[in-house]
Protein backbone atom coordinates (compact mmCIF):
# COMPACT_ATOMS: atom_id res chain seq x y z
CA UNK A 1 0.00 0.00 0.00
CA UNK A 2 1.31 3.51 -0.97
CA UNK A 3 0.27 6.61 1.47
CA UNK A 4 -1.02 9.96 0.41
CA UNK A 5 -1.57 13.08 1.06
CA UNK A 6 -5.30 13.91 -0.31
CA UNK A 7 -5.79 17.90 -1.02
CA UNK A 8 -9.54 18.74 -0.08
CA UNK A 9 -11.39 21.91 -0.74
CA UNK A 10 -14.58 22.07 1.94
CA UNK A 11 -16.37 25.32 2.09
CA UNK A 12 -13.39 27.43 1.08
CA UNK A 13 -11.26 25.32 2.96
CA UNK A 14 -8.40 23.61 1.71
CA UNK A 15 -6.96 20.90 3.92
CA UNK A 16 -4.82 18.06 3.72
CA UNK A 17 -5.23 14.37 4.68
CA UNK A 18 -3.03 11.46 3.99
CA UNK A 19 -4.58 7.95 3.62
CA UNK A 20 -3.32 4.61 1.95
CA UNK A 21 -3.60 3.29 -1.26
CA UNK A 22 -3.18 0.56 -3.78
CA UNK A 23 -2.65 3.60 -6.22
CA UNK A 24 -3.62 7.39 -6.73
CA UNK A 25 -7.31 6.39 -8.55
CA UNK A 26 -8.24 4.97 -5.53
CA UNK A 27 -6.84 7.67 -3.24
CA UNK A 28 -9.14 10.33 -4.85
CA UNK A 29 -12.02 7.38 -4.95
CA UNK A 30 -11.12 6.69 -1.12
CA UNK A 31 -10.81 10.37 -0.23
CA UNK A 32 -14.27 11.27 -1.41
CA UNK A 33 -15.75 8.88 0.51
CA UNK A 34 -14.18 9.92 3.47
CA UNK A 35 -13.55 13.68 3.56
CA UNK A 36 -16.69 16.06 2.15
CA UNK A 37 -15.83 18.46 -0.24
CA UNK A 38 -13.74 18.78 -3.32
CA UNK A 39 -10.92 16.61 -4.32
CA UNK A 40 -8.25 18.88 -5.55
CA UNK A 41 -5.39 16.10 -5.62
CA UNK A 42 -3.73 13.23 -4.35
CA UNK A 43 0.38 13.45 -4.12
CA UNK A 44 2.52 10.10 -3.63
CA UNK A 45 4.58 10.66 -0.70
CA UNK A 46 6.35 9.26 2.36
CA UNK A 47 4.45 8.13 5.21
CA UNK A 48 5.18 10.12 8.54
CA UNK A 49 7.71 8.24 10.89
CA UNK A 50 4.94 7.11 13.65
CA UNK A 51 2.74 5.29 10.90
CA UNK A 52 6.07 3.71 9.56
CA UNK A 53 6.71 2.56 12.82
CA UNK A 54 3.25 1.60 13.39
CA UNK A 55 3.07 -0.27 10.28
CA UNK A 56 6.35 -2.00 11.44
CA UNK A 57 4.73 -3.08 14.21
CA UNK A 58 1.62 -4.37 12.94
CA UNK A 59 3.20 -6.24 10.09
CA UNK A 60 5.70 -7.46 12.37
CA UNK A 61 2.85 -9.57 14.66
CA UNK A 62 0.57 -9.85 12.14
CA UNK A 63 2.75 -12.39 10.38
CA UNK A 64 2.77 -14.26 13.58
CA UNK A 65 -1.08 -14.03 14.15
CA UNK A 66 -1.95 -15.56 10.88
CA UNK A 67 -3.16 -18.85 10.01
CA UNK A 68 -4.90 -20.81 7.45
CA UNK A 69 -8.41 -21.71 7.48
CA UNK A 70 -9.11 -25.36 9.00
CA UNK A 71 -9.04 -27.70 6.00
CA UNK A 72 -12.40 -29.79 7.18
CA UNK A 73 -14.44 -26.12 7.69
CA UNK A 74 -12.91 -24.41 4.29
CA UNK A 75 -13.83 -27.72 2.38
CA UNK A 76 -17.70 -28.24 3.93
CA UNK A 77 -17.66 -24.67 3.10
CA UNK A 78 -16.81 -24.98 -0.30
CA UNK A 79 -18.89 -28.17 -1.12
CA UNK A 80 -21.88 -26.14 0.30
CA UNK A 81 -21.21 -22.90 -1.93
CA UNK A 82 -21.27 -25.44 -4.95
CA UNK A 83 -24.33 -26.97 -4.06
CA UNK A 84 -26.08 -23.25 -3.64
CA UNK A 85 -24.89 -21.88 -6.69
CA UNK A 86 -25.82 -25.28 -8.45
CA UNK A 87 -29.22 -24.55 -6.70
CA UNK A 88 -29.09 -20.99 -8.50
CA UNK A 89 -29.19 -19.27 -5.22
CA UNK A 90 -27.25 -15.85 -5.34
CA UNK A 91 -23.67 -15.97 -4.21
CA UNK A 92 -24.08 -13.05 -1.69
CA UNK A 93 -27.08 -15.02 -0.36
CA UNK A 94 -25.07 -17.79 -0.65
CA UNK A 95 -22.35 -16.67 1.63
CA UNK A 96 -24.07 -15.06 4.35
CA UNK A 97 -25.87 -18.46 5.07
CA UNK A 98 -22.98 -20.44 5.04
CA UNK A 99 -21.33 -17.55 7.64
CA UNK A 100 -24.23 -18.03 9.75
CA UNK A 101 -24.51 -21.79 9.87
CA UNK A 102 -20.57 -22.54 10.48
CA UNK A 103 -19.29 -22.65 14.21
CA UNK A 104 -15.64 -21.68 13.20
CA UNK A 105 -14.97 -18.23 14.07
CA UNK A 106 -12.31 -17.45 11.54
CA UNK A 107 -14.16 -18.82 8.65
CA UNK A 108 -17.46 -16.90 9.87
CA UNK A 109 -15.22 -13.79 9.56
CA UNK A 110 -13.60 -14.27 5.98
CA UNK A 111 -16.87 -15.44 4.57
CA UNK A 112 -18.73 -13.02 6.28
CA UNK A 113 -16.38 -10.34 4.43
CA UNK A 114 -16.43 -11.88 1.79
CA UNK A 115 -20.34 -11.15 1.31
CA UNK A 116 -20.24 -7.95 2.28
CA UNK A 117 -17.30 -6.90 -0.37
CA UNK A 118 -19.89 -9.04 -3.16
CA UNK A 119 -22.98 -6.78 -1.72
CA UNK A 120 -20.90 -3.76 -2.11
CA UNK A 121 -20.37 -4.73 -6.34
CA UNK A 122 -16.91 -6.60 -6.33
CA UNK A 123 -16.39 -10.26 -7.74
CA UNK A 124 -15.82 -12.94 -5.86
CA UNK A 125 -12.81 -13.41 -6.63
CA UNK A 126 -11.76 -9.58 -5.97
CA UNK A 127 -12.94 -10.27 -2.40
CA UNK A 128 -11.05 -13.77 -2.40
CA UNK A 129 -7.93 -12.24 -3.03
CA UNK A 130 -8.08 -10.22 0.22
CA UNK A 131 -8.20 -13.69 2.08
CA UNK A 132 -5.11 -15.39 -0.16
CA UNK A 133 -3.29 -16.42 3.30
CA UNK A 134 -6.55 -17.83 4.96
CA UNK A 135 -7.81 -19.67 1.00
CA UNK A 136 -4.57 -20.41 -0.40
CA UNK A 137 -3.58 -19.72 -3.89
CA UNK A 138 -5.69 -22.46 -5.62
CA UNK A 139 -8.79 -21.50 -3.86
CA UNK A 140 -8.51 -17.96 -5.81
CA UNK A 141 -7.76 -19.76 -8.61
CA UNK A 142 -10.24 -21.92 -8.75
CA UNK A 143 -12.64 -19.08 -8.15
CA UNK A 144 -11.29 -16.89 -10.87
CA UNK A 145 -11.69 -20.19 -13.12
CA UNK A 146 -15.82 -20.33 -12.49
CA UNK A 147 -15.44 -16.76 -13.19
CA UNK A 148 -14.22 -16.91 -16.47
CA UNK A 149 -16.25 -19.74 -18.00
CA UNK A 150 -19.65 -18.75 -16.32
CA UNK A 151 -19.96 -22.16 -13.84
CA UNK A 152 -19.03 -21.17 -10.63
CA UNK A 153 -20.44 -24.20 -9.23
CA UNK A 154 -18.36 -26.73 -10.76
CA UNK A 155 -15.43 -24.63 -10.19
CA UNK A 156 -15.74 -24.66 -6.54
CA UNK A 157 -16.98 -28.43 -6.54
CA UNK A 158 -13.32 -29.20 -8.43
CA UNK A 159 -11.46 -27.00 -6.24
CA UNK A 160 -13.26 -29.28 -2.89
CA UNK A 161 -11.91 -32.06 -4.32
CA UNK A 162 -8.25 -30.59 -5.28
CA UNK A 163 -8.49 -29.53 -1.51
CA UNK A 164 -9.35 -33.02 -0.19
CA UNK A 165 -6.90 -34.87 -1.77
CA UNK A 166 -4.21 -31.92 -0.69
CA UNK A 167 -4.88 -32.82 2.77
CA UNK A 168 -5.53 -36.53 2.26
CA UNK A 169 -1.35 -35.97 1.03
CA UNK A 170 -1.36 -34.06 4.21
CA UNK A 171 -2.13 -36.45 6.91
CA UNK A 172 -0.14 -38.95 4.83
CA UNK A 173 2.72 -36.88 5.35
CA UNK A 174 2.59 -36.25 8.80
CA UNK A 175 2.14 -40.13 9.38
CA UNK A 176 4.84 -40.48 7.27
CA UNK A 177 6.76 -38.14 10.04
CA UNK A 178 5.29 -39.32 12.93
CA UNK A 179 7.64 -41.83 14.10
CA UNK A 180 11.49 -40.20 12.62
CA UNK A 181 9.78 -36.89 14.61
CA UNK A 182 9.05 -38.63 17.91
CA UNK A 183 11.72 -40.75 18.08
CA UNK A 184 14.17 -37.32 17.42
CA UNK A 185 12.09 -35.51 19.66
CA UNK A 186 13.07 -38.17 22.21
CA UNK A 187 16.86 -38.04 21.42
CA UNK A 188 16.88 -34.16 22.29
CA UNK A 189 15.36 -34.61 25.26
CA UNK A 190 17.56 -37.29 26.87
CA UNK A 191 20.33 -35.51 25.49
CA UNK A 192 19.52 -32.10 27.18
CA UNK A 193 18.98 -33.91 30.09
CA UNK A 194 22.51 -35.65 30.15
CA UNK A 195 24.07 -32.31 29.20
CA UNK A 196 22.25 -30.34 32.33
CA UNK A 197 22.61 -33.38 34.52
CA UNK A 198 24.87 -35.81 33.90
CA UNK A 199 27.96 -34.10 32.45
CA UNK A 200 28.68 -31.34 35.62
CA UNK A 201 28.38 -34.74 37.50
CA UNK A 202 31.60 -35.75 35.43
CA UNK A 203 33.27 -32.42 35.31
CA UNK A 204 34.50 -32.09 38.83
CA UNK A 205 36.65 -35.93 37.87
CA UNK A 206 37.86 -34.23 34.42
CA UNK A 207 38.72 -31.36 36.05
CA UNK A 208 40.60 -33.30 38.82
CA UNK A 209 43.07 -34.92 35.95
CA UNK A 210 44.82 -31.51 35.04
CA UNK A 211 45.85 -33.21 31.73
CA UNK A 212 44.30 -32.42 28.21
CA UNK A 213 41.22 -33.91 27.72
CA UNK A 214 40.06 -35.30 23.95
CA UNK A 215 37.52 -33.36 21.99
CA UNK A 216 34.29 -34.89 22.32
CA UNK A 217 35.18 -34.12 25.72
CA UNK A 218 35.78 -30.60 25.06
CA UNK A 219 32.40 -30.35 23.47
CA UNK A 220 30.35 -31.93 25.94
CA UNK A 221 31.77 -29.36 28.44
CA UNK A 222 30.79 -26.47 25.88
CA UNK A 223 27.59 -27.59 25.60
CA UNK A 224 27.09 -28.34 29.12
CA UNK A 225 28.58 -24.44 29.81
CA UNK A 226 26.25 -23.33 27.04
CA UNK A 227 22.81 -24.72 28.31
CA UNK A 228 23.49 -24.38 32.15
CA UNK A 229 25.00 -20.57 31.91
CA UNK A 230 23.58 -18.99 28.87
CA UNK A 231 20.51 -21.40 28.14
CA UNK A 232 17.78 -19.01 28.62
CA UNK A 233 19.94 -16.15 26.07
CA UNK A 234 19.91 -19.05 24.01
CA UNK A 235 16.45 -19.57 23.82
CA UNK A 236 15.72 -15.67 23.52
CA UNK A 237 18.48 -15.89 20.72
CA UNK A 238 16.52 -18.49 18.54
CA UNK A 239 13.26 -16.71 19.24
CA UNK A 240 14.33 -13.46 17.91
CA UNK A 241 16.06 -15.24 15.05
CA UNK A 242 12.86 -16.79 14.39
CA UNK A 243 10.66 -13.60 14.63
CA UNK A 244 13.58 -11.54 12.26
CA UNK A 245 13.44 -14.66 9.59
CA UNK A 246 9.91 -15.19 9.05
CA UNK A 247 9.49 -11.16 9.12
CA UNK A 248 12.20 -10.70 6.50
CA UNK A 249 10.65 -14.09 4.77
CA UNK A 250 7.25 -12.19 4.60
CA UNK A 251 8.30 -8.39 3.69
CA UNK A 252 11.49 -9.13 1.67
CA UNK A 253 10.91 -10.40 -1.97
CA UNK A 254 14.72 -11.00 -2.62
CA UNK A 255 15.49 -12.65 0.80
CA UNK A 256 12.41 -15.45 0.15
CA UNK A 257 13.86 -15.79 -3.09
CA UNK A 258 17.40 -16.62 -1.80
CA UNK A 259 15.13 -19.09 0.62
CA UNK A 260 13.31 -21.15 -1.66
CA UNK A 261 16.49 -21.46 -4.03
CA UNK A 262 18.16 -22.86 -1.06
CA UNK A 263 15.36 -25.50 -0.18
CA UNK A 264 15.49 -26.98 -3.59
CA UNK A 265 18.82 -28.01 -3.02
CA UNK A 266 18.49 -29.51 0.10
CA UNK A 267 18.45 -33.39 0.45
CA UNK A 268 14.37 -34.85 -0.03
CA UNK A 269 12.89 -31.58 0.76
CA UNK A 270 13.83 -30.25 -3.54
CA UNK A 271 12.07 -33.35 -4.60
CA UNK A 272 8.80 -32.59 -2.60
CA UNK A 273 8.60 -29.24 -3.11
CA UNK A 274 9.31 -29.71 -7.20
CA UNK A 275 6.65 -32.64 -7.82
CA UNK A 276 4.16 -30.99 -5.38
CA UNK A 277 5.02 -27.72 -7.31
CA UNK A 278 4.56 -29.35 -10.70
CA UNK A 279 1.71 -31.49 -9.42
CA UNK A 280 -0.20 -28.73 -8.62
CA UNK A 281 0.54 -26.37 -12.04
CA UNK A 282 -0.63 -29.32 -14.55
CA UNK A 283 -3.58 -30.01 -12.50
CA UNK A 284 -4.80 -26.32 -12.29
CA UNK A 285 -3.94 -25.92 -16.10
CA UNK A 286 -5.40 -28.76 -17.51
CA UNK A 287 -8.79 -27.77 -15.72
CA UNK A 288 -8.34 -24.53 -17.25
CA UNK A 289 -7.07 -25.83 -20.52
CA UNK A 290 -10.48 -28.37 -20.38
CA UNK A 291 -12.67 -25.67 -19.62
CA UNK A 292 -11.53 -24.19 -22.91
CA UNK A 293 -9.51 -20.96 -21.45
CA UNK A 294 -6.94 -19.75 -24.03
CA UNK A 295 -3.48 -21.28 -22.92
CA UNK A 296 -1.72 -17.61 -22.21
CA UNK A 297 -4.41 -17.28 -19.86
CA UNK A 298 -4.45 -20.31 -18.50
CA UNK A 299 -0.65 -20.19 -17.65
CA UNK A 300 -1.03 -16.73 -16.11
CA UNK A 301 -3.97 -18.37 -13.43
CA UNK A 302 -1.53 -21.25 -13.27
CA UNK A 303 1.53 -19.86 -12.36
CA UNK A 304 0.14 -17.13 -10.13
CA UNK A 305 -0.88 -19.76 -7.74
CA UNK A 306 3.04 -21.42 -7.45
CA UNK A 307 4.46 -20.20 -4.10
CA UNK A 308 8.41 -20.89 -4.81
CA UNK A 309 9.53 -17.67 -6.79
CA UNK A 310 12.33 -19.70 -8.91
CA UNK A 311 10.37 -22.12 -10.43
CA UNK A 312 7.54 -19.58 -10.45
CA UNK A 313 10.38 -17.32 -12.30
CA UNK A 314 11.12 -20.89 -14.52
CA UNK A 315 7.44 -21.09 -15.37
CA UNK A 316 7.06 -17.54 -16.36
CA UNK A 317 9.14 -18.24 -19.36
CA UNK A 318 6.37 -20.67 -20.87
CA UNK A 319 4.32 -17.82 -20.76
CA UNK A 320 6.44 -15.43 -22.01
CA UNK A 321 7.14 -18.11 -24.91
CA UNK A 322 3.21 -18.56 -25.79
CA UNK A 323 2.63 -14.82 -26.12
CA UNK A 324 5.20 -14.59 -28.33
CA UNK A 325 3.95 -17.10 -30.75
CA UNK A 326 5.88 -20.15 -29.70
CA UNK A 327 4.47 -23.66 -28.78
CA UNK A 328 3.95 -24.65 -25.21
CA UNK A 329 5.84 -27.85 -25.55
CA UNK A 330 8.98 -25.80 -26.18
CA UNK A 331 7.92 -23.09 -23.73
CA UNK A 332 7.79 -25.77 -20.93
CA UNK A 333 11.52 -27.62 -22.52
CA UNK A 334 12.95 -24.12 -21.86
CA UNK A 335 12.05 -24.26 -18.29
CA UNK A 336 14.51 -27.52 -17.72
CA UNK A 337 11.73 -28.93 -15.25
CA UNK A 338 9.99 -31.55 -17.08
CA UNK A 339 11.03 -34.81 -18.78
CA UNK A 340 11.17 -35.67 -22.26
CA UNK A 341 8.64 -38.03 -22.08
CA UNK A 342 6.64 -35.04 -20.64
CA UNK A 343 7.52 -32.43 -23.56
CA UNK A 344 6.56 -35.40 -25.94
CA UNK A 345 3.03 -36.14 -24.61
CA UNK A 346 2.47 -32.41 -24.64
CA UNK A 347 3.67 -32.30 -28.07
CA UNK A 348 1.92 -35.32 -29.40
CA UNK A 349 -1.58 -33.70 -27.09
CA UNK A 350 -0.57 -30.04 -29.13
CA UNK A 351 -0.40 -31.75 -32.41
CA UNK A 352 -3.54 -34.18 -32.60
CA UNK A 353 -5.72 -30.99 -30.54
CA UNK A 354 -6.12 -33.07 -27.74
CA UNK A 355 -4.04 -31.14 -25.26
CA UNK A 356 -6.38 -31.02 -22.73
CA UNK A 357 -6.58 -34.86 -22.25
CA UNK A 358 -2.75 -35.16 -22.56
CA UNK A 359 -2.53 -32.36 -19.69
CA UNK A 360 -4.61 -35.14 -17.51
CA UNK A 361 -2.38 -37.51 -18.19
CA UNK A 362 0.34 -35.26 -17.46
CA UNK A 363 -0.93 -34.32 -14.07
CA UNK A 364 -2.06 -38.11 -13.34
CA UNK A 365 1.89 -38.74 -14.27
CA UNK A 366 3.23 -35.86 -11.41
CA UNK A 367 0.49 -36.81 -8.88
CA UNK A 368 1.73 -40.30 -8.80
CA UNK A 369 5.27 -39.19 -9.12
CA UNK A 370 4.51 -36.88 -5.53
CA UNK A 371 2.57 -39.77 -4.12
CA UNK A 372 5.52 -42.09 -4.26
CA UNK A 373 7.72 -39.51 -2.87
CA UNK A 374 4.86 -39.06 0.39
CA UNK A 375 4.91 -42.81 0.60
CA UNK A 376 8.58 -43.45 0.72
CA UNK A 377 9.19 -40.83 2.80
CA UNK A 378 9.61 -42.73 6.17
CA UNK A 379 12.42 -44.50 4.55
CA UNK A 380 14.08 -41.92 2.55
CA UNK A 381 14.45 -39.85 6.48
CA UNK A 382 15.42 -43.12 8.51
CA UNK A 383 19.39 -42.80 7.11
CA UNK A 384 19.03 -39.16 8.35
CA UNK A 385 17.81 -40.06 11.94
CA UNK A 386 20.10 -42.92 12.55
CA UNK A 387 22.98 -40.66 11.63
CA UNK A 388 22.08 -38.15 13.88
CA UNK A 389 21.17 -40.69 16.79
CA UNK A 390 24.73 -42.30 16.12
CA UNK A 391 26.42 -39.23 15.75
CA UNK A 392 24.75 -38.11 19.66
CA UNK A 393 25.43 -41.68 21.23
CA UNK A 394 28.86 -41.63 19.65
CA UNK A 395 29.32 -37.93 21.24
CA UNK A 396 28.15 -38.92 24.50
CA UNK A 397 29.99 -41.96 24.39
CA UNK A 398 33.75 -41.19 23.94
CA UNK A 399 33.23 -38.02 25.66
CA UNK A 400 32.68 -39.12 28.73
CA UNK A 401 34.64 -42.23 28.50
CA UNK A 402 37.81 -41.48 26.77
CA UNK A 403 38.61 -39.88 30.02
CA UNK A 404 37.83 -42.20 32.46
CA UNK A 405 39.98 -44.81 30.43
CA UNK A 406 42.92 -42.53 30.66
CA UNK A 407 42.54 -41.94 34.23
CA UNK A 408 42.52 -45.77 34.52
CA UNK A 409 45.46 -46.61 31.83
CA UNK A 410 47.16 -43.50 34.79
CA UNK A 411 45.87 -45.53 37.69
CA UNK A 412 47.75 -48.94 35.95
CA UNK A 413 50.55 -47.21 35.06
CA UNK A 414 51.13 -45.82 38.40
CA UNK A 415 51.24 -49.66 39.57
Do not use: C
Amino acid sequence: MKYFIVTVLSKGKKSEHGLYAEHKKEAQYLAKIKFPGIILKAVETSPPLEDQLKKFKETLFANFKKRKLKQDSLIAAIRQLAVMANAGIPIHDSLHEIADATTDQALKTVIGTMAEDINSGHSLSYSAKKFSYELGTLAIAMIELGEKTGNMAESLHKLADMLEEIRRNIIKFKKAMAYPRNVMIAMAVAFTILISYVVPQFKTIFEQLHSELPVPTLILLFLEHLFNTYGVYVIAGLVMFFMGFRYMLNQNKDFRFQWHLFLLKVYLIKNIIMFATLNRFTLVFSELVRAGIPIAEALETSVAMIDNLPLRERLLMVRSTVEKGGSLHAGLLETKLFENMVIQMISAGESSGQLDTMMQKVMEYYKMRFDAIIDGLSEAVEPIMLFMIAGMVLLLALGIFLPMWEMGNAVQGRR
